[in-house]
C-alpha cells in the first residue's frame, strides 16, 4: 500500500471489505452517498470512500460521522483546503471537537492533549488527511508545498475539556449550543508552550499570555493571522478563580496586544521584513477581532499552555469553519 | 476469509481524460494578450515588464488581477478574460 | 493552473509563469487535470528581488513564454 503511495508513510490497516462494512455500520448516511468535493483536485467522495480511508486511518466505526464532518469543515470555499495545502507556510488543518460525543467516543481532552496516546484523536485527523492525499490527489511534494510542515499533518485532532470550566466551550463561543456535537477546523502550525509557573494573578497570567501571543507567526505580522490558544486547566483556574468570565479576558488580552506600527515596519530595529513604512504611526491589533480562538484543555497538573499559529485568515486564507456532526 | 484477501481503493479512481492545448494563433501580431496577476509579491513588476515588452511588439494588452493568489480565479473573471483576449499570461506563482 | 485549464477550456491558448520550486507540483496537477498546461519557471526566490532583478528575469523569458502561446 505504501507502494502505491496510498499512505502518508505510517503503517495502515488494509481495508478489507469486511472491515469496510464494518465502519459503514457508524453512520446512517449510504454508502454511495457524495458528501464532499475533495481539494485540490475536487473530487466528488462518497461515505464509502470516506469510510476506506478511515479504516486504514485505525479508525472505529463511532470515529467516523467525526471524520465525515470534518472534511465537511475542510472541503469549503471558506475554509480554502487547497490553498492550506499549496502554501509554502508549515500549516496543515486542525480539529477540535465539542460536544457529548467526546465522551461517548473516549477522545482526549486531558493529558497530552496535543500529543499522541488516544485512538480517537490520533485516528480522525489522520483519516482526514488520508482522504486529501488519496481522493482530493493533494500530497507532500505534489499539491502541498509546506517548506517544513509538522507533525501535526500526519492528523491533528484533540477535544475540549468543555465539561468542567464555567466558560463557554469554543462551539459556544461560535453560535451553538453545548448539546450539540460540533467540529470546527483551524488551519494553523505546531502548538508551541508558554511558560508561566510564577503568576498567581490573572492580571499577571494574562500579560505573559498576550507576551507570547505578539510573537506568533512573527511579531511583525498583524491582524492577517489568526492564533489558537489552549489555555491549560490550571492557568485556567487563575482566571476562573478571580471570577473572570471569557468575555473579560478576550477584551483585556486583546487590548494588550495592541500594536505600535513604528516598532514593526520594514527596517525598524535593523529588520528588513516588516509593515510598509506608510503604515507608520498607528496602532494595530494583533488579531482581528475573534482572530484569537480560546481552548481550554489540557493535564490538570502543569502552568503551561500553548499557542498553535495560525495562516493567512479571511477571503485570501482560511476562516475557520465549524460544523454540526452527524451521527 | 476470501473477503480478508480483497482490499478496497481508497483512491478517487479517476483517470482524468487527456485534452490537448487549445489551438494557437501563427503569429501574435494584432492579438490582445491578456495579463492575469495572481495576486502574490512582486508578480506585478514582473507583469509591467512583460507588459512593457509586449506593447512593443504591437500586441495589445488587457491587465486583470485576481483577488488572491490561494484560489482559483472567480468565474465571472475567467469569463471575462476568455471574452476580451485571444491569450493569456498567468504569473508569477513562487 | 485551474485558471489556465479553464480558460484553455474555452479555447484561448494560455500559459502560466511559476518559480523553479514548482515544477513538480505543476506537473502533478497538470496530470490531475489531464492538460498539458503551457508553463515556463523563473529562477526563485522572488520575493526578496528589487524591481530591476524582476525585469531582468522578465526579459530572461519573454521570447519562451510568446512562443507557447503561438503555433
Known amino acids: ?327 | 476469509m476470501t473477503n480478508e484477501k480483497v482490499l478496497l481503493d481508497p483512491t478517487s479512481e479517476s483517470t482524468p481524460s487527456e485534452r490537448s492545448l487549445s489551438e494557437r494563433p501563427e503569429t501574435m501580431d494584432g492579438l490582445t494578450v491578456g495579463l492575469l496577476d495572481i495576486s502574490k509579491g512582486r508578480g506585478d513588476i514582473f507583469l509591467n515588464r512583460l507588459e512593457e515588452k509586449l506593447s512593443d511588439s504591437g500586441i495589445k494588452i488587457l491587465r486583470f488581477k485576481k483577488p488572491t493568489f490561494t484560489k482559483p480565479a472567480p468565474i465571472d473573471l475567467r469569463h471575462e478574460i476568455a471574452s476580451k483576449c485571444d491569450a493569456v499570461i498567468e504569473a508569477l506563482a513562487d | 493552473m485551474h485558471d489556465i485549464d479553464d480558460i484553455e477550456r474555452r479555447g484561448i491558448p494560455a500559459v502560466m509563469i511559476a518559480s523553479t520550486p514548482f515544477e513538480d507540483a505543476a506537473q502533478k496537477q497538470a496530470d490531475a487535470l489531464g492538460l498539458d498546461v503551457a508553463r515556463i519557471f523563473v529562477p526563485h526566490p522572488v520575493q526578496d528581488r528589487t524591481d530591476e532583478e524582476m525585469h531582468e528575469m522578465a526579459d530572461l523569458v519573454f521570447e519562451k513564454v510568446l512562443d507557447t502561446l503561438i503555433r
Open chain 1, 1 to 327: 500500500m505504501f507502494e502505491r503511495s496510498w499512505t502518508d508513510g505510517l503503517p495502515v490497516v488494509p481495508p478489507t471489505t469486511e472491515r469496510v462494512r464494518k465502519m459503514l455500520e457508524g453512520t446512517t448516511r449510504p454508502a454511495d452517498e457524495i458528501v464532499v468535493s475533495v481539494p485540490p483536485n475536487l473530487i466528488e467522495c462518497t461515505v464509502e470512500k470516506i469510510a476506506i480511508n478511515a479504516v486504514m486511518a485505525g479508525c472505529r466505526p463511532e470515529f467516523l460521522p467525526v471524520v465525515i464532518a470534518a472534511l465537511e469543515t475542510i472541503c469549503t470555499e471558506e475554509f480554502n483546503m487547497h490553498g492550506v495545502l499549496a502554501t509554502t507556510m508549515s500549516v496543515g488543518p486542525i480539529f477540535v471537537v465539542n460536544g457529548p460525543i467526546t465522551l461517548d467516543i473516549g477522545m482526549n481532552s486531558g493529558i497530552n492533549v496535543l500529543g499522541h496516546g488516544n485512538r480517537a484523536n490520533s485516528t480522525i485527523g489522520r483519516a482526514v488527511q488520508l482522504v486529501v492525499h488519496n481522493v482530493g490527489g493533494g500530497g507532500p511534494g505534489g499539491v502541498d508545498r509546506s517548506t517544513l510542515g509538522h507533525m501535526g499533518k500526519q492528523g491533528f485532532c484533540f477535544s475540549e475539556n468543555e465539561f468542567s470550566s464555567p466558560w463557554p466551550s469554543l462551539a459556544e463561543s461560535r453560535g451553538y449550543d453545548s448539546a450539540q456535537n460540533v467540529i470546527t477546523a483551524f488551519t494553523g502550525e505546531g502548538p508551541r508552550l508558554v511558560m508561566d509557573q510564577k503568576s498567581r494573578k490573572p492580571d499577571s497570567l494574562i500579560r505573559t499570555l498576550a507576551e507570547h501571543l505578539i510573537s506568533t507567526v512573527s511579531s511583525r505580522v498583524v491582524v492577517g493571522m489568526d492564533a489558537m490558544l489552549v489555555l491549560s486547566p490550571e492557568h485556567a483556574a487563575r482566571f476562573h478563580e478571580a471570577g473572570w468570565t471569557k468575555e473579560r479576558f478576550l477584551e483585556e488580552i486583546t487590548e494588550m496586544m495592541m500594536i505600535d506600527t513604528d516598532n514593526i515596519i520594514e527596517g525598524s530595529n535593523g529588520i528588513e521584513e516588516g509593515l510598509p513604512t506608510s503604515m507608520k504611526g498607528i496602532r494595530l491589533p494583533k488579531f482581528r477581532p475573534d482572530g484569537l480562538l480560546l481552548v481550554q484543555a489540557g493535564g490538570t497538573a502543569g502552568l503551561f499552555s500553548a499557542i498553535i499559529g495560525g495562516w493567512l485568515n479571511g477571503p485570501p486564507g482560511s476562516e475557520p469553519t465549524s460544523k454540526e456532526i452527524l451521527l
